[in-house]
T-cell receptor
Framework: GAGVSQSPSNKVTEKGKDVELRCDPI?????LYWYRQSLGQGLEFLIY????????KSGLPSDRFSAERTGGSVSTLTIQRTQQEDSAVYLC??????????????FGPGTRLTVL | GDSVTQMEGPVTLSEEAFLTINCTYT??????LFWYVQYPGEGLQLLLK?????DKGSNKGFEATYRKETTSFHLEKGSVQVSDSAVYFC????????????FGQGTTLQVKP
């Protein structure tokens, strides 16, 4: 079956512009996660969705970052007024079960964001 | 807070050599432990996991044992292949939490023929 997909695969933007990153999780997966992979910080958690609600936003680095999920499916991560330090690979993952801690997460291929 | 520490890479081995990648963790309670692998040009995928103390996870010839007493989850393989070249990430997730993964910094493995 289809895995987690993300778009765009690459995004180059200018400092100060807004960007939207999209994630299509595996159908029927309740939990959705966003992570960021950068050279300096490694792999870090950003936000968790259970259905359409986000009970854990603790990893969002600033109020320039926001995310939503609609229909218990597609999620969009928005970064406003991008900065060079936002350059990273943004990964989306989904799992069938929500909030149990032991379920496998399936990762998308990521969106590579470059802020000039 | 919760954290995972992995041995620094890169690790370079000859084909058929024995592999160990060390991983230790700090967490309250009894987390689930994972090894994820990222092959060149591919996304992260689960390699193996263990959800309670003394459990052994295994897959594709790799194995790791959940050691509560040493807070460790070292990855081992008896005979590596060139195709095992990848970046390996140790991770934990606390039960009853959101399921979010806390990752180690990753270890790059290069296997030479």
């Amino acid at each position: 079956g289809a895995g987690v997909s993300q778009s765009p695969s690459n995004k180059v933007t200018e400092k100060g512009k807004d960007v939207e990153l999209r994630c299509d999780p595996i159908s029927g997966h309740t939990a959705l996660y966003w992570y960021r992979q950068s050279l300096g910080q490694g792999l870090e958690f950003l936000i968790y969705f259970q259905g359409n609600s986000a009970p854990d936003k603790s990893g969002l680095p600033s109020d320039r970052f926001s995310a939503e999920r609609t229909g218990g499916s597609v999620s969009t991560l928005t970064i406003q007024r991008t900065q060079q330090e936002d350059s990273a690979v943004y990964l989306c993952a989904s799992s069938r079960l929500a909030g149990v801690g032991y379920d496998e997460q399936f990762f998308g291929p990521g969106t590579r964001l470059t802020v000039l | 807070g919760d954290s995972v520490t992995q041995m620094e890479g890169p690790v370079t081995l000859s084909e058929e050599a024995f592999l160990t990648i060390n991983c230790t963790y700090t967490a309250t309670g009894y987390p689930s432990l994972f090894w994820y692998v990222q092959y060149p040009g591919e996304g992260l995928q689960l390699l193996l996991k263990a959800t309670k103390a003394d459990d052994k996870g295994s897959n594709k010839g790799f194995e790791a044992t959940y050691r509560k007493e040493t807070t460790s989850f070292h990855l081992e393989k008896g005979s590596v292949q060139v195709s095992d070249s990848a970046v390996y990430f140790c991770a934990l997730s606390r039960p009853g939490n959101t399921g979010k993964l806390i990752f180690g910094q990753g270890t790059t493995l290069q296997v030479k023929p």
